[in-house]
Each structure stands twice: as structure tokens, then as C-alpha cells.
């Protein structure tokens, strides 16, 4: 279980890396450690063999012999001076040599290649080692000792040394364990606690994270999450209005049918009026407000905030648009805003009349009213032609243009509005009803001198 978290893996390998590393170091620094015990030796073996100079014949008496040796911890010495003269202490030895050591030409590979073979071998074994003896006092030293000293010694050596290895990766993998315990896990945990937390509750804000690791890949994730749960945070928040909204519409459009009927009714009423006035007046009225049944009417069977599949048929072009144009003067009496339509008679499309007289519709107000708030005159025209494609029909106004956050939000329900009194649901609506007839709705241009939005609807024979 340790090894499967990232402190644990992160504790055994350091160990072993560390180790690894000593390794390196280990086996030539107990090389080293022979060959200086050696040399220790060599120069004991000098010293004492230098009491024969002292003496005129280079011979000293037997008891002093063995005193020399035994101190200088050898069997046998022997010091050439120069070629012809030579200091020699000895005593039998006790079997026969064997192997040779020379350390005037060592380099690491045989330093380490004889404290191997020499670990390894038999007890009781009597060793040759030859030298330079220090301070140039003599071309060669020799001596002859037992290797068992030598060798515990550098058994010693390489234990202590081992130990102390161990100690030194224990020590790093768990000061490196404590460090990522505290620069890396803690830090992860708390953000994996914090995806948990708004996991649970993703609509409360209190749960999104605030960015403030001190690491800056650990901050950088911390920022791209913080984003995400804002973003999800709000969606989510929108979604909730949108269904508040949505069981408020139908309330209202299950009432305001009922009232509509009545109304209806009423106007029912108006036809066998005797004021020509009233007379002529009726049958749009009537129209209007069957309009306005359907709508409820269809609002509330589909319950949903996706618009209706329409009812395609094949219908005249210019009478939608002389009913949108009318009914828009009907609104605003006094608009000083100059509507002209240039549809012709024949022209036909494959159409859903009430889905496209709300299309038409809502971008004939966008423009009247974009048009008034300048306080100018100005004009909106509709024009439409058929070509290969299907049928294409521009509205184009004289107006200010789009204002940059409509622009931004263009066809996003709710968020484009830019007017005072505006919902931001006029282009959105538009936009999905013409996709609901598989054409589309776009932005031609906007700009200072006006605003011409393009509905292409598909040619009926496809
Ligand atoms: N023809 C136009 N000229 C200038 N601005 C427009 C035009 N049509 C739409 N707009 C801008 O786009 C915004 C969004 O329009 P719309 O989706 O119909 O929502 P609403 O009319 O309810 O605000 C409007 O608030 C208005 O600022
Ligand atoms: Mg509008």
C-alpha cells in the first residue's frame, strides 16, 4: 500500500539511488583503503629498517632484529639503498609466499581488482608487497607480512563505510519523503478534497477553490480549475434560471390562452359590427390573437425550451413579410421609422408562416427600435431572392449597428442584450426557428451606417 503512494515510491527509490551511487563510491574507497594500509606498513618496515645505518656493518644483534619487526607489524624487510647496497631485517618465515604485490604501478582497476581477490582469499596467507620508500631514501622497499591483519582491516573499513551509506540514503529519502510530503502531496490532496467537496455540491460557490499553492505548476492547475468550477458553477446557475423561467412561461402561456380565448370570442363579435371602421379592422384582430392562441397553444404542448419542428408548407413570401410589416405599424403608430419591402408576388418558400412571421418579426423590431433610440429617421428594407441555393432574404436597416456585447453574444439566448427593457432572447429565438427549417440565420455586416442580417432558407426541392 506505502509503495502505491508517490511519498513511498518517492522514499524507496531515493534509498536505492542513493545507494546506487555509494556503490560507486564504496568499492573503490575500500581499494583505496588497502593500499594505504599498505603503505602505512611500507613506511613502519622503513623506519625501523633505517636502525641499521646506524650500525657499521649493517647488522644489528637478533634480539633487536625480532624488536623491529614485531613493532613494525612485519616477518621481513628489505631496503636497497642504491644498486649495490641493501638493509635487510628478517626472521623465518613461516610457509611459503603467497602472492606479490608491487605498488609502484597501481592505477584504480588493479587497486581494486587485488582488494577483491585478496577479500577473498584463504586465511593464514603470507603476502610480498613492494614500494618506493618515501623521501628518496633507497630505489625499492620490500617486506613480507601476514595478510589477515590487512585484510580484517579493510573488512572493518568497508563495514563502517557500509553503514554509514546506509545511513546517509535512510537520512536523504526520508528528508526528500518530508519535502514532497509537503511541496507536492499535501497541496494535491487538498485540491483532489476540493474537486470532491464541489463534486457534492457543485452549485454552491463557497466550494470552488482558491488558488494560492506557492509551486507554480501546482498553482497553474489550481487556476485551471478554479476557471472550470466558475464556469460549471455559472452554467449551472443559468441552467436553474432557465428552468425557473421555463415553468414561468408555461404558467403564463396556460393563463394567457384562456384569456386569449375569451377575447377571441369577444372579437367574434366585432364582424357583424355596422362601423365600416370596426368592420375592417376585425379580421386582423382576430388573426393577431389566433396567433397568439397557437403560440400558448404550442408553448405549453411541448413544454420544453426547444422551439417546435415546423410545419413546412409552401406559402407566398410576401404575405408573411406585409403581415410582419403590418402588424409592426399596428404596435408603434407613431414610428417615424420607414418600412420597405420589396418581396415579390411569386415568390414562394417551404415555410412553418407563424414560425417565420415571429422570425421576421423579431428582426423588424430589432431594427425599428435600433433605428428610434438614435433619434434619427431612417429606414429598414427586406428584400428576398431565389437562386440555386434556396431563397435568401436580407433585412437591412439604417441604424447605429450592433453594439459589442450583442455582437459578442450574438444568437445566445439572454446574454447579447444590450437595450434597455431587452431580454436577449429576439435574435436567439430567430436563429433556432430558421434552423428548425434547415436554413440559416447570419450577421451580413454592422456598422455605423447600419445593420443587414441574411436568412437562407433551403430550396423546397431538397
Ligand atoms: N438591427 C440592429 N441594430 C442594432 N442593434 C441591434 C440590432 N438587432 C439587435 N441589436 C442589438 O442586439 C441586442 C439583442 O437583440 P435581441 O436578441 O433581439 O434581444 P432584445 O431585443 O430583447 O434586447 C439588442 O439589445 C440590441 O442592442
Ligand atoms: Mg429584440
Not at 413544454?303 to 419542428?309: I, V
Not at 434556396?390 to 439572454?414: H, M, N, Q, S, Y
Amino acid at each position: 500500500m506505502f509503495y502505491k503512494t508517490l511519498s513511498g515510491r518517492f522514499l524507496l527509490l531515493s534509498i536505492l539511488f542513493v545507494m546506487m551511487a555509494e556503490v560507486l563510491i564504496f568499492i573503490p574507497s575500500v581499494a583505496n583503503f588497502r593500499i594505504a594500509f599498505l603503505q602505512e606498513r611500507l613506511e613502519r618496515a622503513q623506519l625501523a629498517s633505517l636502525a641499521l645505518l646506524a650500525t657499521p656493518d649493517d647488522m644489528v644483534a637478533p634480539e633487536l632484529n625480532d624488536e623491529l619487526l614485531k613493532n613494525a607489524e612485519v616477518l621481513n624487510i628489505v631496503l636497497r639503498r642504491d644498486a649495490v647496497r641493501e638493509l635487510m631485517l628478517a626472521k623465518p618465515i613461516p610457509g611459503p609466499i603467497d602472492a606479490n604485490y608491487d605498488l609502484r604501478n597501481m592505477n584504480i582497476f588493479t587497486a581494486i581488482r587485488d582488494a577483491v581477490s585478496s577479500a577473498l582469499a584463504p586465511e593464514m596467507q603470507i603476502i610480498r608487497v613492494i614500494g618506493q620508500p618515501v623521501k628518496n631514501a633507497g630505489n625499492e622497499i620490500e617486506i613480507v607480512l601476514f595478510a589477515d591483519p590487512v585484510r580484517s582491516a579493510m573488512l572493518d573499513y568497508a563495514k563502517n563505510v557500509f553503514l554509514l551509506s546506509l545511513l546517509i540514503s535512510l537520512v536523504t529519502g526520508l528528508s526528500l519523503f518530508l519535502a514532497l510530503q509537503i511541496l507536492i502531496t499535501r497541496p494535491i490532496s487538498k485540491v483532489i478534497d476540493s474537486m470532491v467537496r464541489f463534486q457534492k455540491a457543485p452549485e454552491d460557490a463557497h466550494n470552488i477553490i482558491t488558488p494560492k499553492a506557492g509551486i507554480k505548476e501546482l498553482c497553474e492547475a489550481e487556476v485551471a480549475l478554479h476557471d472550470l468550477q466558475t464556469g460549471l458553477n455559472a452554467s449551472l446557475r443559468q441552467k436553474e434560471r432557465l428552468a425557473q423561467l421555463g415553468g414561468a412561461v408555461s404558467k403564463v402561456s396556460h393563463d394567457l390562452r384562456n384569456i386569449l380565448t375569451t377575447t377571441q370570442i369577444l372579437a367574434d363579435r366585432l364582424e357583424t359590427s355596422d362601423d365600416p371602421k370596426v368592420q375592417k379592422m376585425s379580421p386582423k384582430l382576430l388573426n393577431s390573437l389566433s396567433r397568439a392562441v397557437n403560440l400558448c397553444e404550442r408553448t405549453l404542448a411541448f413544454g420544453k425550451a426547444d422551439e417546435p419542428e415546423p410545419e413546412l408548407r409552401a406559402v407566398a413570401l410576401k404575405s408573411i413579410v406585409d403581415d410582419v410589416i403590418e402588424s409592426d405599424q399596428l404596435q408603434s403608430p407613431d414610428s417615424k421609422v420607414q418600412i420597405i419591402s420589396t418581396v415579390g408576388h411569386d415568390l414562394e418558400v417551404q415555410a412553418d408562416p407563424e414560425q417565420m412571421f415571429r422570425v421576421l418579426g423579431n428582426l423588424l423590431r430589432n431594427a425599428r427600435q435600433a433605428i428610434e433610440a438614435t433619434g434619427t429617421l431612417g429606414v429598414v428594407t427586406v428584400t428576398a431572392s431565389a437562386n440555386d441555393g434556396g431563397v435568401e432574404i436580407c433585412v437591412r436597416d439604417t441604424g447605429p449597428g450592433l453594439p459589442p456585447k450583442a455582437r459578442e453574444f450574438l444568437f445566445k439566448p439572454f446574454q447579447g442584450n444590450a437595450r434597455q427593457g431587452g431580454t436577449g432572447l429576439g435574435l436567439a429565438i430567430a436563429a433556432e426557428l430558421v434552423r428548425g427549417h434547415g436554413g440559416t440565420l447570419e450577421l451580413v455586416e454592422t456598422s455605423e451606417a447600419g445593420t443587414t442580417f441574411r436568412i437562407i432558407l433551403p430550396d423546397a426541392r431538397e
